[in-house]
């Protein structure tokens, strides 16, 4: 069992989000198949969403799949989106257990239908827990995310329904996928790769970053404990100066 004591109750990151990163190469390390890879990163997944449930975090964001995942080979895409289906089946008890409210980001209409349908139902039925609301971002893009709220202010402004002196930060933010979640307070990159990738442009403006060397299916608890106490060790400045913050 880890000391956790280290970390710190009263200065815990609210919203973690995550890119899970490195499923291919640790498949491939092993002379396996990329799928063997995605099976095992599943494992990860459910007991990130555990311990981060565990830790008192109370939003928990995953990037799953990417608008530009729909690029890879056919039947890995077929292969994820199976994953995602058994994986929800699978999941639901843990939900439940742990009092964990399922949410989903992204363009959730361009999913095959029973990924979306086994979606739908996971996340109605767990709608009233009051626990820890877990976010999976699923054929998400930031960029599609901004496009699609810009088009959307566009059409209240054309039907005087907002004039554009209207338009500020948190009109913004009303119009993005997260627009009931708070901005991201840590963001994790997993396997070694130092890039966002399209994720949550917006939300990580003022997130700190933590990259970590170690693919996707070898993120344990100990990683996670590890970017918790990183995370505070950090001053958030804000823009202002430390003299200012004490
Ligand atoms: C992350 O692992 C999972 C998804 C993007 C769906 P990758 O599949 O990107 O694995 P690498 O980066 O190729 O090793
Ligand atoms: C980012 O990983 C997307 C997810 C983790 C779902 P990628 O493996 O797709 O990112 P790039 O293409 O290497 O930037
Ligand atoms: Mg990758």
């Known amino acids: 069992m880890l000391d956790l004591t280290q970390i710190n109750q009263n ?14 190469r640790w498949a491939k390390e092993r002379g396996k198949l990329r799928v063997f890879g995605h ?20 939003y928990l964001t995953l990037y799953a799949f990417s608008t530009e995942n ?46 979306a349908k086994e979606l739908k139902e996971v996340i109605e039925k767990t709608a009233t827990n009051k626990g820890m609301v877990l976010t999976l971002a699923l054929s998400y893009g930031s960029r599609n995310e901004l496009v699609s709220a810009v088009k ?8 005087n329904l907002i004039s554009p002196t209207d338009i500020d930060d948190n ?15 840590l963001l994790i990159r ?3 790769e130092h890039r966002i990738s399209n994720f949550l442009l917006w939300q990580i403006a003022y997130a700190e ?6 693919f996707w299916p070898d993120f344990s608890e100990k990683h996670l404990v590890e970017a918790i106490i990183s ?16």
């Open 11 to 24: 200065n815990l990151p609210k919203h973690i989000a995550v890119i899970m990163d490195g499923n291919g």
């Open 39 to 58: 099976e095992n990163g599943v494992k990860a997944v459910r007991k990130t969403v555990e311990n981060c449930a565990r830790l008192n975090i109370k």
């Open 70 to 115: 729909w690029k890879r080979p056919q039947i890995e895409v077929q292969t994820l989106m199976r994953l995602l289906v058994s994986s929800l089946r699978k999941e639901l008890k843990t939900l439940e257990k742990n009092n964990i409210r399922l949410n989903a980001i992204g363009n959730l209409d361009a999913l095959p239908s029973k990924a």
């Open 152 to 159: 959307n202010l566009a059409i209240k402004v054309k039907n």
């Open 171 to 185: 009109l913004i933010n009303e119009h993005l996928y997260t627009h009931d979640m708070p901005d991201v307070d």
């Open 190 to 192: 997993t396997s070694g």
């Open 209 to 214: 970053l933590y990259f970590i060397d170690v």
């Open 231 to 246: 995370y505070q060790k950090r001053e958030r400045r804000f823009g202002k100066t430390s003299e200012q913050l004490s």
